[in-house]
């Protein structure tokens, strides 16, 4: 066994056994973010590089301005943003993991959903752990109700140290539909270091 193999598969054993999960901090879904909250309603302070999500991107100067976005096919706006590193946090991180943040704004300028989705850039250390974070919002949402979906290993999907997470878990809660996305595997054809090693969390109004 090669020795990165040997330390991925060690990493990956340790990461899974690990006995608490520790929760996703929060008051609201994300921070003070909140599905179905007005987007008026979301502090200027602690956000920095909002970006329209599109064909057209460009950069706001504040959440106010997230009419300057161009609306997609279900008439939503998106707008990508980042943690402010000056308010004393290490960088854009949920539940300690590097991540992607995007809200989608409705036409009554409210929060129609929330994306998270772990950094594909992120340092290989951390991003060897990002299958993890859907485990703990799957805590912050309680553990109980949901509905999964898994898939098992196959020619074109393989182990990675012995583990294999292929899932798709869906909640609704309180008025908000909760859709966790978890993958580790490798594919046959790929090395070792460049495996699939993710989470998507997507949390949506329920019903119409």
């Not at 182990?159 to 859709?179: A, P, S, W």
């Not at 969390?201 to 119409?208: E, K, L």
């Amino acid at each position: 066994m090669s020795k990165q193999r040997s330390a991925i598969r060690g990493l990956v054993f340790a990461v899974t056994v690990t006995a608490a999960v520790p929760a996703m901090a929060t008051a609201g879904d994300l921070r003070d973010i909140s599905v179905g909250m007005a987007i008026s309603s979301v502090p200027d302070a602690g956000y920095i590089n909002l970006t329209c999500v599109g064909e057209k991107t460009h950069r706001l100067a504040d959440w106010a301005q997230w009419q300057a976005c161009q609306a997609g096919p279900d008439q939503l706006r998106g707008i990508r943003f980042e943690y402010d590193r000056e308010s004393g946090r290490e960088g854009t991180m949920v539940g300690g993991h590097p991540a992607i943040l995007t809200v989608m704004i409705d036409k009554d300028a409210k929060i129609a959903a929330l994306m998270i989705e772990t950094d594909p850039k992120a340092r290989l250390y951390l991003r060897k752990k990002a299958f993890l974070l859907g485990l703990q919002a799957r805590s912050r949402y309680g553990e109980d109700g949901w509905t999964c979906s898994k898939a098992q290993p196959g020619a074109d999907k393989q182990e990675v140290g012995g583990v294999f997470v292929d899932e798709k878990c869906t909640k609704t809660i309180d008025g908000r539909k909760v859709e966790i996305e978890r993958h580790l595997y490798r594919e046959p054809n790929k090395e070792l270091k460049d495996m699939t090693d993710e989470t998507r969390i997507t949390i949506r109004r329920a019903g119409p």
